[in-house]
């Protein structure tokens, strides 16, 4: 507990007891002096009772660090059971495995007995202030209660006028929507705002369907004005193989072929012992992670959330030097790697939603050829598979997390020292021929790429319901 400085130190008042839930101690620096007290006594000769009392004290060293229990204790949860006539009866000796059990231990009738995992998630006394009364702007009315909605929202949501269209929809929409375009217009008022819109209307021109992250790739503008100039110029797919990606009015992907290098890949990095290396020996961050859960026996400093100027420059937390500072042309600009892979680059995150067009790789099997294998043959565009072949997407992953493969290797050699000459060579060939691997252990994959996240997905739905 001393070697980490963001755990608590536990006491259990029953040791033995699994059940047990203990009180903790908070860490606080301190500087104390350790004392050793002697008490010597020494009684008189002419007088037995009395008696002559001398300390003796001696600094054995100093101490920095001090543990205080300063919560409450928790409530107490012990293997009982209440009989029919209101007598407790102890659990202990059949719920608890002191050494190994036959079968018959396994199969005994017992009644049910589950602890709860946590009772409080706070072991100190807090003042709750109750929030007040939500101040709406004037013509706000608060949504109907219903059984599907007993709580309502604490403030009205900000509209965006966004349109999305699902890949099953059989018209997609030709213009923006009145609301989208007055709400541009309003926040629209310097030269600077109309040179993005004309910039952003160059893009959708050269390509007609884009990534948010590409978006601001290539233009550098305020994240909340984008969230508005976005609904003027395209709609947004939610499913099908152009999901998360913004279209511009008036084209239809689905009945283009040529729009399969537009078709979105949700790629994410292989991990695991089967590929050489573990999630913590990966150099790539993941974008969140599910276990930043602060158990009451640790301390959880509290961070900020606000997102600064300083994120906006470098990109989504990307390093960079903190001494210079961006022109303004290219202040919120992202870096390319953020939608582009490229060969002997790692990816920014071990999650990527990438764009057939923008796999960017010149070996001697590139990428490209998977994506057009079946150029001038396609026939009919697939919610799964698009205008590409079943499985491109498959094959696309194969390819890419060999080459993430053999960058880790390259940078970090140690983790490979096992592997043998004859799997590198088994891996290179397939790698410069494009075949798969007929290996059993392909089956048993520990990860397996779905058909495509929503995570990220629903966080920009989220933005403009």
Known sequence: IYADPARRLELYFRPKDPYCHPVCANRFPTSSLLLKVKRRTKKKQLDAEEQAVRFEMEIIGIVTTVYKFQGMSDFQYLAMHSGPDGKQTSMYDKVLMLKPEKEEFFNRELPLYIPPPIFSRLDTPVDYYYRPDVQHRDGYNNPQVSGENLIGLSRARRPNNAIFVNFDDEEIPPKPLAAAEQAWRKVCTNPVDKKVEEELRKLFDVRPVWSRNAVKANISVHPDKLKLLLPCLAYYMITGPWRSLWVRFGYDPRKHPEAKIYQVLDFRIRCGMKYGYTPNDMPVKAK????????????????????????????????????????????????????????????????????????????????????????????????????????????????????????????????????????????????????????????EEEFKPSDGSENEMETEILDYV
Not at 420 to 428: A, L, P, V
């Open 288 to 443: 969140r992670s599910t276990y930043n859960y602060s158990l009451p026996i640790t301390v959880k400093k509290p961070v900020s959330h606000t997102v600064s100027v300083h994120d906006l420059k470098q990109g989504l937390g990307t390093s960079g030097a903190s001494g210079t500072k961006k022109p303004a042309s290219s202040r919120y600009k992202l870096k390319e790697s953020i939608y582009i892979f490229r060969e002997g680059a790692l990816p920014p995150y071990r999650q990527m939603f990438y764009q057939l067009c923008d796999l960017n790789v010149e070996s001697y099997y590139t990428l490209q050829k998977i994506i057009h294998r079946n150029d001038g043959t396609e026939s009919e565009c697939t919610e799964r598979d698009g205008w590409c072949l079943p499985k491109t997407s498959d094959d696309l992953r194969d390819s890419m997390s060999l080459m993430i493969k053999q960058i880790i290797r390259s940078t970090r050699p140690a983790l490979f020292s096992s592997t043998t000459s004859s799997e590198d060579g088994k891996e290179q060939m397939a790698y410069e021929s494009g075949e798969e691997e007929d290996d059993e252990e392909e089956e």
